[in-house]
């Protein structure tokens, strides 16, 4: 029998230099860092995949590999022209609203998406339900509203792999959509803020996202379907993830805490620097695998797998109140 939320829940190279507090501080990377990452693991992915002896049965293998060798202004795609103009305002402080409210409602699938928001239960609860572009601005804010654009965004990312890669793309993303509004609950828990953990929370897979696009395109190339052995595309999208998705942060302008966060998410380098983002990710991430499977999800064992600096009480205390809302 699946087990209740409640049940669940109550069960890299890092660069770091030494705080005056005595801690680690995060050292932050540039765009630079996570191409060279990328060209290093794909050259030992080729090199690997070359000895296997495996080539002639498993050709879609190198040419993918090939494919994700390209550079990223070829392989990942762009945001569209309305998100991105719109993300840059929201950055603004200071920035006319008109102005905004006339780039939003250039694209009907953002206005959709501010609306959606702005209505929901976290932000509507015992208010008017709204239909006008800046009275849905004025009540989530500019951060909620560049939170809106990335999830508008993503989702046009999304391609056509094939069987069996579209099941498993549709999983991903899902899981990213769950991960989200995970993410802005215990986002206080590390200091972080909690619309912008929401926003990269969306993205922090993104690195995925562009694995399956390049699945697609081969897919289109050969006009077939793409066969590749089984467990190999585990350890390319477990490889080339995270810093693929550092790359399209700093593409998308989305800033190098955003990127850092994408490309250090899962902490296998356990480096015990304070990055609020990239553990906010991790705990959210493990926090919506151990709801969707019904498992039980040991806190204090995620705060010394992680090495995380935030308080494991702070996150059990935000989880407990969002499950007596609901």
């Known amino acids: 029998m699946p087990r209740r939320p409640e049940e669940i829940l109550h069960a890299y190279e890092p660069a770091v230099e030494e705080s005056r507090g005595g801690g680690l501080v995060w050292l932050a990377r540039d765009n630079s860092y996570w191409s060279e990452r990328v060209e290093r693991v794909l050259a030992r992915l080729r090199g690997d995949w070359a000895q296997s002896g495996d080539g002639a049965k498993w050709p879609d293998a190198a040419a993918l590999l090939s494919l994700l060798s390209a550079s990223p202004v070829e392989m990942i795609r762009q945001l569209p022209a309305a998100a991105r103009d719109a993300m840059a305002l929201c950055e603004q402080e200071n920035v006319p609203r008109r102005q905004l409210v006339d780039q939003l409602s250039k694209d009907p699938s953002l206005v959709q998406g501010l609306l959606r928001q702005a209505n929901s239960t976290s932000n509507s609860a015992g208010l008017s339900p709204i239909l006008a572009v800046d009275a849905a601005i004025d009540r989530i804010g500019l951060a909620g509203t560049r939170a809106v654009v990335v999830a508008a965004s993503v989702d046009g990312l999304l391609s056509k792999p094939g069987a069996p890669y579209d099941a498993l793309l549709a999983t991903a993303w899902q899981r990213m959509v769950n991960t989200g ?25 993104v690195g995925l996202l562009i694995i399956f696009d390049q699945i697609s395109t081969l897919r289109t190339n050969n006009r077939r379907a793409v066969a590749l052995p ?9 490889e080339l993830h995270e810093p693929l998705g550092a790359i399209a942060a700093h593409r998308w302008g989305l800033g190098i805490d955003a990127a850092d966060a994408i490309g250090t998410h899962h ?7 304070r990055h609020p983002l990239a553990e906010t990710l991790f705990v959210a991430e493990h926090l919506e695998a151990a709801v969707s499977r019904g498992e039980p999800l040991d806190l204090f064992g995620l705060w010394e797998l992680g090495d995380l600096t935030g308080d494991p009480m702070h996150v059990r205390g935000i989880i407990d109140r969002q499950l007596s809302r609901n």
Request: hydrophobic share 55%; proline share 7%.
């Open 181 to 205: 509004p995970m993410a802005r609950a215990i986002a206080p828990a590390f200091a972080a803020d909690g619309e912008e953990a929401f926003a990269i929370a969306l993205l922090h897979d």
């Open 230 to 238: 089984e467990g190999w595309l585990d350890l390319l999208i477990g």
């Open 267 to 273: 902490r296998r380098a356990r480096p015990g620097d």
